[in-house]
């Protein structure tokens, strides 16, 4: 038996999780779109105060909240497979992973303080 001693980790057998993951969070981010056009469509929003108003509401904070984290995760996996399949200098990826998680953290922070801030 022939071992391939010059395998280069690429992330692979991401497949099947990758794919439900990718469809769970884009159910959430349309049940959150639909619920909003709801809202919107049944409390009438003329200025800042009364959307304001809406976003005080603790149960629309929160769900925004989980459709904002379907969001980054979403995005991420997306970007992580587009990254995977054509940035071939391993360095380079890795570095642009980072770049990309740190910044989808923060932006998730960011949300955070602009809906309980």
């Given at each position: 038996m022939v071992k391939n001693l010059n395998r280069v980790i690429t992330g692979s057998h991401?497949?099947?999780r990758d794919w439900l993951i990718q469809r769970i969070t884009a159910v959430v981010m349309v049940v959150y779109v639909l619920l909003l056009a709801f809202l919107f469509g049944f409390y009438p929003i003329s200025d800042y105060a009364a959307l304001k108003s809406l976003f005080a509401n603790q149960w629309i904070r929160i769900v925004s909240f989980l459709f904002f984290i379907s969001l980054c995760w979403h995005a991420w996996v997306g970007i992580r497979n587009v990254?995977?399949?054509y940035v071939h200098a391993t360095g380079i990826r890795l570095t642009?992973?980072?770049?990309v998680i740190i910044s989808l953290f923060l932006y998730l922070i960011w949300f955070a303080e602009i809906l309980w801030g």
């Open positions: 991401y497949g099947l990254l995977m399949d642009m992973y980072i770049v």
